[in-house]
């Protein structure tokens, strides 16, 4: 079987960055990770979970990690020599404790482990690098997700699918999300009643402030004497044809037209939350007759 290449990702700053997960079974604990020679870091912030991206100044010809394996059990010896038996022996060898202590917890109260350290192992990845050339993944969960078209070269190395065409999902609900803070909304649905998009409803005052009595009501659910002045407000309810995805050739273009997208929902939110217009009482028309009514001069 053909192994695959391994990439090299030129960042935007010079660095270049690799995907460099453990290897499976591991040797040991992971002390060290060299290029040429030269110590490398983690990718901050991270892109992965388990940070598995590493980055180097330079386009590397070889990467080696250090590994300490746990230490060598050699045998077991006791340490309560009153406990000196036939049933507990000075020393049991790795097999001996093995069985015994299955049988009997006493065991590990009374023996000791003798280890020996075990020399680092050195593991190499494979190379040669091939580059590419772009920005970071997208940041482990701080940044909306992408879905790339990988070709067949990279289809086992979907940690470069940043840099192909794809698409960021969950547009609409990112915009909903943004929408919901706004001080004016008060329902917010994406994909409501059948609309593919997102549906809002707002509360807006008028431009000239009116007022209302709303009565307490008592325990009978009867209307009081006693209440208090609120403001008027309309309703104003908005269809957002928001697209469900954006697309793009790469994510760093797509997340840009995202954040764009975001941007211009919000301001047809914005602008829809201005002040009702009290001579049409917030309907957007004015009524039959309003104006002559209005244009009269007090007798």
């Known amino acids: 079987m ?26 040991g604990l992971r002390d060290g990770l060299f290029a040429d020679g030269v110590p490398m870091h983690r990718l901050v912030p991270l892109v992965d979970p388990k940070g598995n991206w590493y980055v180097a100044d330079h386009l590397a010809e070889q990467i080696t990690a ?54 680092p192992v050195e593991y190499v990845y494979e190379g040669p690098y091939m580059p590419l050339v772009g920005r970071e993944p997208p940041h482990y969960n701080a940044e909306p997700p992408w879905r790339g078209e990988l070709p067949h070269e990279l289809t086992q190395y979907p940690e470069y699918r940043h840099l192909f065409p794809g698409h960021i999902p969950g547009l609409r609900k990112a915009v909903a999300e943004r929408l919901k803070e706004m001080v004016r909304a008060q329902y917010v649905f994406v994909d409501y009643d059948g609309f593919p ?84 009482g917030g309907h957007g028309f004015v009524p039959h007759g309003a104006l002559e009514h209005q244009a009269k001069p007090k007798t």
Do not use: M
Not at 96 to 118: A, F, G, N, P
Not at 199 to 208: A, T
């Open 197 to 280: 998009g997102v549906y809002v409803s707002l509360r807006v005052p008028f431009d000239e402030p009116r007022t209302r009595f709303v009565a307490d009501t008592g325990r009978n659910g009867r209307p009081k004497k006693s209440g208090r002045t609120v403001q008027t407000l309309v309703d104003r309810r908005l269809q957002l044809p928001v697209p469900s995805a954006v697309y793009g050739p790469n994510y760093e273009t797509a997340l840009a037209e995202w954040e764009t997208q975001i941007a211009f929902w919000v301001d047809q939110v914005t602008q829809a939350s201005v002040a009702a217009c009290s001579a049409c």
């Open 66 to 119: 250090t590994y300490q394996p746990s230490a060598k059990t050699l045998h077991y010896d006791l340490k309560d020599r009153t406990a000196l038996s036939q049933r507990y022996p000075e020393q049991l060898s790795v097999e001996e404790w093995s069985e015994r202590s299955e049988e009997d917890e006493e065991y590990y109260k009374l023996y000791t482990r003798v280890t020996e350290d075990l020399p």
């Open 2 to 27: 053909t192994t695959p290449p391994r990439y090299a990702l030129n960042l935007p700053d010079g660095r270049w960055a690799y995907y460099l997960p453990e290897p499976q079974p591991r040797p």
